[in-house]
């Protein structure tokens, strides 16, 4: 210690201007020195502090004890920094900061504590301030009911959350904090990112994503966020509002409009069915109900007279379930006592489980579990205020419930079916029914015998006002009162006259009532119906044309490969004249552009081989565009943009730019002065809705390609023509009238469809609409050729219905040393096989044959017998003939016809050293 403090004394200048202030004890907590700096923070002077106890002098009586802790720790060699209040001479304190460390001597013995003391006084109220601040702000944070986050926008770690982050997520307040957002967002990382800096950067910026909570669920949620900065860092402040209930909710309400929108059609059915119809129509109804329910049977059940018993009288059930219409005739309601003591209340009966019944429903227990029911929902029809029967549905399946909402508009169906059966026993009282045209959902109207208007309901008013007539007179028929007149004269109804509003269309059904004596109109707008089947007929009739097509190039091909083959071995002769060499070369170079033609075909009708993989489309789209601006000329300006996140596509890299190609020449054709073309390439989820507008869309995600151009336009009257084959409208000689049906086979064959603009003078826009890769599948490399072909001598077994082409294959075969049998058909094959005990190498075989055997079904009942068999697949139509699971690829498993007889030979010696 006296070592110490000698060399301490030699430090002193440097210890004595210190901005901390020091002091030496020994183990018994005694000062033995003390530099000014400490004098000056305590008031106390140097005489003073030496030879005292230090925490005697400096501390409150009642922190000695917890002094003394700290000098025993200290002389096990601890060292420690703490804060405490420390006393002044003149009675006043201030907080200091003390780091306490052992003294050893010159042999490592400890013999004393130093200490260094710092004023933090200021920083103490600093952070009593801070913390008054912060204890308010945590009680905001804390009660609000809000959820609320705060992130760190570099990392995305969740640096606070309140407890009702912690009651929503499911996690522990100590577990949120440490998360990341990753963890939570559901989005792609990079989409997550997007979104963080989005917030970091925007004052309250609002989006919507999916957050998964601990138990695995997704939910939907509304965010509010902005940046917040808190003692000099930079973070996001995050409010959460949970979707899920709403979009339920929304999607619930979507659900009831279309359950609506279906009833409000079956209402109108009904309306202007014949009495002899209504069993018909009640059975399509039940169907359709079903169907939009997606359960598995539909019925009626009517009581008799007196009540005591009851029969299914309609019934409907899906594909693979039997009918029980039958098994339920003339069933006793007393069998059922449970059923029969709900009839009288005129309710609803739903049983979503076998285990909702009550112990009281034995019957009705065993009557569902026996015939496999699952849920059952049993809709009362009343007549009045009595019960004439009810409707029902089974769910075999699955168990399911019901919504009020929708058992509501059922039951609105149960009085639509009463209504009919009702009139099916008497048409005047079903006519004079008050309640019918007053809930009816489409136009009601009565006319007097003179044609003048009687009654007409809300929804004939609200018709008028929306087409923006102030007079339901305005929107009438024309000659509406000649029609009445004729109604009355004839006794016959006036069914179906249409008249159009714009582009709007209503469907107006006239019945005479000659016992009022008056007329009843019933009318319903068909403009959605008449679109969809529009578009419906077009799609039919371009499949028509598209399998006309298949067939036509597939037997041309046939003829083609003939023709080449026999031009490819005349070429191989050197006997033959430089003449006869050249019109061989002619005519092999006709066959070659006739092949090129029947190629437009199969792509048009979705028959030309694919080779689909993964592709960026932008990036084909990139790579084109120096080619489309030569093709283009310079008057026309090409504007490309796509968007940053757009998914890959599972497609055929040629084909998709065959249909730039095409588009692009299509609108250089029609801006001859110049203009402008603009290629954009999106992502769009379709829904629903969009599905109801366009027959050939579906739902789910797609890239969006559209091309549109300044050009002159297209004629309305052409719109619905533009995709057939060998319609154009150019000049003769300008156009073959493929290139557009191309583009449509295209699009179909990658399972996708095409939408089209267009008015004259205003260009035309191209949409097409590609399905998101759901998987990767990366392309087989097709084996290289060899500079020149071997033979062999290996067996070859050729399998072809075309006896001519069957004939040149095995004579060129022949040529090259193989041992060639050949068979008609896939049944001859097999007995050629059973004769050569198998004893065959290669197999060539056509894909579509006679007598029930396809090539591919011949294949696999052959590689069956002899794995390892080499095969080789030939058609004139395409992969997909064979199916979906079958790679096939041009020169290495499948010749496309037309081929020549180097390309043959080529492709079997290939197959056989592979």
């Known amino acids: 210690m006296q070592q110490f403090l000698h060399n301490l004394a030699r430090l002193q200048s440097v210890v004595e201007n210190l901005a901390e202030g020091l002091l030496i004890t020994d183990l018994d907590d005694v000062v033995l020195y003390v530099n000014s700096r400490l004098c000056e923070l305590t008031g106390f002077s140097r005489q003073e502090f030496l030879g005292a106890r230090a925490y005697e002098l400096l501390l409150r009586r009642e922190e000695w ?22 006393l002044c001479r003149n009675g006043g304190s201030f907080w200091a900061q003390v780091h306490a460390s052992p003294l050893r001597d010159e042999n490592g013995e400890i013999v004393g504590t130093v200490g260094a003391v710092t004023d933090i006084t200021d920083r103490k109220l600093a952070e009593t301030a801070l913390r008054e601040t912060s204890e308010l702000y945590r009680a905001m944070f804390e009660t609000n009911q809000a959820i609320k986050l705060l992130l760190d926008p570099a990392s995305g770690r969740i640096v606070d959350a309140n407890s009702a982050a912690s009651r929503f997520y499911g996690y522990d307040l100590a577990q949120l904090k440490g998360m990341e957002i990753f963890h939570i967002n559901s989005a792609s990382p990079e989409r997550v990112r997007e979104l963080l800096q989005r917030a970091a950067e925007q004052h309250d910026h609002h989006f919507e994503v999916r957050h998964r909570l601990a138990s695995g669920e997704v939910r939907e949620v509304e965010l509010h966020t902005g940046p917040l900065e808190v003692n000099g860092r930079k973070l996001i402040f995050s409010i959460v509002n949970d979707l899920t209930e709403r979009r339920r909710a929304e999607k619930s309400l979507q659900l009831r409009v279309q359950l609506e929108r279906l009833i409000a059609d079956i209402s109108s059915h009904f309306i202007n069915i014949a009495a002899e119809e209504i069993d018909a129509g009640i059975h399509q109804a039940l169907q359709r109900l079903a169907e939009f329910s997606q359960l598995e049977r539909s019925y009626v059940f009517l009581y008799t007279a007196e009540g005591a018993s009851t029969s299914r009288t309609h019934e409907w059930c899906a594909a693979g379930i039997s009918s029980r219409r039958d098994a339920f005739q003339n069933l006793s309601l007393n069998k059922f006592p449970w059923f029969k003591e709900q009839i009288p209340r005129l309710v609803p009966i739903q049983v979503s489980s076998i285990e909702d019944l009550p112990p009281e429903a034995g019957a009705e227990r065993f009557l569902m579990e026996s015939g496999g029911l699952k849920s059952l929902l049993l809709v009362p029809m009343v007549y009045g205020k009595s019960p004439v029967g009810f409707f029902g549905f089974d769910a075999m399946r699955q168990e399911r419930r019901w919504s009020e909402e929708e058992v509501t508009l059922l039951r609105f169906v149960g009085e639509i079916f009463v209504n009919a059966l009702e009139r099916k026993k008497s048409a005047a009282e079903i006519e004079s029914l008050a309640a019918f045209p007053r809930y009816n959902p489409n136009m009601v109207i009565e006319f007097t015998p ?23 007179r305005d929107i009438l028929p024309p000659g509406t009162p000649q029609i009445v007149n004729e109604c009355l004269t004839t006794n016959q109804p006036r069914l179906q006259l249409n008249t159009a509003f714009g582009l709007r269309t209503l469907s107006w059904s006239f019945f005479p009532v000659p016992a009022i004596p008056a007329v009843h109109c019933y009318a319903v707008e068909i403009t959605e119906r008449l679109n969809i089947e529009a578009q419906l007929r077009q799609a039919q009739k371009m499949e028509s044309i598209g399998q006309l097509a298949a067939g036509l190039a597939h037997d041309f091909n046939n003829v083609l490969t003939v023709i080449t083959g026999h031009a490819g071995l005349l070429l191989h002769d050197k006997q033959l004249r430089p003449e006869q060499i050249e019109s061989i070369r002619q005519m092999a170079d006709a066959t070659e552009r006739a092949s090129n033609l029947t190629r437009q075909l199969l792509t048009f009708s979705r028959k030309q081989v694919m080779q689909p993989r993964t592709l960026e489309l932008h990036e084909v789209i990139t790579q084109l565009t120096k080619m489309l601006a030569r093709i283009l000329g310079e008057d026309i300006t090409l504007q490309f943009e796509y968007a940053s996140d757009l998914p890959p596509i599972h497609a055929d890299q040629g084909m998709m730019e065959q249909i ?38 579906r739902p789910g995600q797609f890239v969006r390609l559209c091309v549109e151009d300044t050009g002159c336009g297209i004629a309305r009257e052409n719109l619905h023509r533009l995709f057939e084959p060998f319609f154009t409208t150019k000049d003769v000689g300008k156009g073959t009238g493929l290139g557009l049906a191309t583009v449509y086979g295209i699009v179909r064959q990658h399972e996708g469809w095409i939408e089209v603009a267009s008015e004259l003078g205003h260009g035309a826009t191209f949409k097409i609409f590609l399905p998101v890769a759901d998987r990767i599948v990366p392309p087989k490399p097709i084996p290289r050729s060899a500079a020149a072909v071997r033979g062999g001598n290996e067996r070859v077994l050729v399998v072809e219905d075309e006896p001519a ?40 075989t ?9 090539g591919r079904e011949l294949a696999e009942h052959l590689t069956a017998k002899k794995p390892g068999l080499k095969i080789i697949y030939s058609s004139g139509y395409s992969a997909e003939m064979a199916g979906q699971d079958l790679t096939l690829r041009e020169g290495f498993n499948f010749l496309q016809k037309p081929y020549d007889p180097m390309k043959l030979a080529q492709t079997v010696r290939e197959s056989l050293d592979r």
Request: glycine share 8%; charged share 20%.
């Open 846 to 854: 056509d894909m579509v044959m006679p007598e029930g055997i396809s």
């Open 660 to 697: 730039l190609l095409n588009l692009a020449v299509n609108a250089r054709d029609a801006m001859p002065k110049g203009g402008r073309l603009n290629i954009t390439a999106t992502t769009q989820t379709i829904d629903e809705a969009y599905v109801a507008q366009n027959p050939l869309a």
């Open 65 to 86: 004890s917890l002094a003394l802790q700290r000098d025993q720790q200290r002389a096990q060699g601890q060292s420690e920094a703490y804060e405490t209040l420390t």
């Open 450 to 472: 003179e044609g003048k208007l009687a009654y007409f309901n809300a929804a004939a008013r609200a018709m008028a006002h929306d087409l923006g007539k102030g007079n339901m």
């Open 805 to 844: 082409l069957c004939a040149l294959v095995r004579q060129i075969l022949s040529r090259f040393g193989y041992q060639v049998e050949v068979a008609g058909s896939g049944v001859a094959a097999l007995k050629l096989w059973e004769k050569l005990e198998g004893r065959v190498d290669l197999l060539l």
